[in-house]
């Protein structure tokens, strides 16, 4: 909760690894975890005369992150120098884009909703994000640290990241709360692995995001001064993070010590952020247009191509869930969480033609089998197809809800098919109609009087009957047929 009379205000920006093979200017490899500096070629190791050469599959990508983020590609960008000197950038120099991006005037709508102090979501709500921009970008290479601070520390370069594939993603200052900013960065990070445009890892350095806060009393116009928070690991320190800061400059400003321009970090073990190091007036980063590179452009078939080759987007997914299977609206965004779990759902909602029942047994048994075991939907040991025929049986009525839900917990711990299952468990229901009608015959011989009381209008035995019937089958005979054999018997 932010103190009343205040206001923060976020912008985020987000480093996306788009997901290619190779560098964006060279041939090399994309690799983690190789032979430090085994991935480089004169390209990326910036050696005087080796010219880079922009890879296809970089703008392909890039063009489906811009497309799944709601920005406009642009038809001509510009590759642009940007200037300055840091011992993992060998040129002293990054190739990214400055006043001509290759995406711009982005709208996006993600759900956002706040969170009461036990992490519980309140009501989710529709909000439009302005992202500005999304240049195309290269990565800087690592610096490496070793031993211990002040005794006999080494620094390495490696530069097998130097030269791979970014998309800078940064939006307006339009987010008011930390949770706003967290819901935000999870909706890229799905839509981005949704599309196949970047693992979107954020452990794996793959995404990374800072968030720009600052804070002003409510109905004031100009910014105040802004801190810029780096290297979060994670979405939820980022929140932590945010929601810090905001109470620290809220403290600062009214205790009139104003906020200095810096950038800082989340400490992670003291629970706050700290200075990492204190931000002159923007860099002067001489930004000038690459020479070794011609400007970019796309045409209109290409959009339109790569739009073709786009899955359906999950919010899109989401709408004709709720349309189509009559799902609410918090089961259906639960199954476009994650692509896997879309495409299980669908595939069981159409094999068992029962679309309700598979999103239940989806979102709680499956789910729960899940979580228990640590497998994702795709190691699910109980394919889709499985479980609609489980599904499925469950619709004859041949076998009742519970017995169901015990059935799938040994599909999955077995792999076996529902109907094995079954029958290992003697589930299996007594649905043969000349059966059930020689238990209705003995029940109804035996119970005379209640039969005439029925018969004679008191149609609440009816239930005492079926119980009967029932308790004589040991519980195996299928409801709805003891039901119609035992209309058509005591009506006669
Ligand atoms: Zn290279």
């Known amino acids: 909760m932010i103190k009343e009379g205040w206001e923060a ?21 994309v690799q983690t975890g190789g032979e430090p500096n085994s991935n480089t070629c ?46 993992d950038l060998p040129k002293g120099y990054q190739i990214s884009q400055y006043d001509k991006p290759f995406s711009a005037n982005g709208k996006l709508t993600i759900m956002t909703a706040e969170r009461d102090p036990s ?40 530069l097998n990241r130097a030269g791979t594939p970014l998309g800078e993603i940064v939006t307006a200052p339009d987010f008011r709360t930390s949770w706003q900013a967290y819901d935000y960065v999870n909706h890229v990070r799905r839509v981005l692995q949704w599309v196949g445009a970047s693992d979107a890892d954020m452990e794996k350095g793959n995404l990374r995001c800072e968030a720009n806060v600052s804070v002003r009393k409510i109905g ?51 629970n706050r952020t700290r200075v990492m190091r204190s931000k002159e007036d923007a860099h002067d980063y001489r930004y000038f247009p690459e020479p070794d590179l011609q400007p970019l452009t796309v045409s209109t078939a290409f959009i339109d191509q790569v739009k073709s ?50 999103a239940n047994f989806i979102l709680s048994e499956l789910t729960r089998e899940l979580n228990n075991s640590g497998k994702s939907v795709a190691e ?20 009742n809800n519970n017995q169901a839900k015990e059935v799938l917990v040994e599909m999955f711990a077995s792999g076996n098919g529902a109907a094995q299952v079954i029958k290992e468990k003697g589930f299996e229901q007594i649905s043969d109609s000349s059966a059930i009608e020689k238990l209705v015959d003995e029940i109804i011989e035996t119970n005379q009087n209640q039969v005439t009381a029925y018969r004679g209008g008191n149609e609440k035995l009816f239930g005492f009957f079926v119980g009967q019937v029932m308790k004589a089958s040991q519980g195996k005979a299928n409801p709805k047929i003891v039901n119609d054999v035992l209309n058509k018997k005591l009506k006669s």
């Open 119 to 158: 992490g519980r979501s309140t009501e989710w709500k529709p909000m439009t994000i302005h992202i500005e921009r999304m240049h195309l970008e290269e990565d800087a290479g690592k610096n490496v640290h070793e031993g211990l601070p002040d005794v006999d520390k080494f620094s390495y370069v490696d």
């Open 9 to 29: 205000v976020i912008g985020m920006e987000i480093h996306a690894q788009l997901a290619t093979s190779t560098k964006i200017f060279c041939g090399c490899a």
């Open 309 to 358: 080759e786009m899955p359906e987007l999950p919010d899109a997914m989401r709408d004709r869930m709720i349309s189509d299977y009559s799902l609410s609206f918090a089961d259906a965004s639960q199954l476009v969480s994650d692509k896997d779990l879309a495409e299980f759902y669908e595939t069981t909602a159409k094999e068992s033609d029962d679309p309700r029942v598979s």
């Open 220 to 270: 004031e116009n100009a910014f105040n001064n802004k801190v810029e928070l780096k290297n979060l690991n994670s979405v939820r320190f980022m929140q932590k993070a945010i929601e810090f800061e905001i109470d620290r400059q809220i403290t600062a400003h009214e205790a009139g010590e104003g906020v200095r321009q810096e950038t800082r970090l989340w400490d992670e073990k003291g």
């Open 42 to 87: 004169p390209v990326c190791l910036g050696l005087p005369g080796a010219l880079p050469v922009l890879n296809k599959r970089a703008v392909d990508l890039g063009a489906r992150a811009a497309l799944a983020l709601g920005l406009q590609i642009q038809e001509t960008s510009v590759f642009a120098r940007k200037n300055y000197f840091y011992p």
């Open 380 to 399: 699910s040991p109980v394919p889709a197809s499985n479980l609609a025929e489980l599904i499925k049986i469950l619709g004859t009525g041949s076998i």
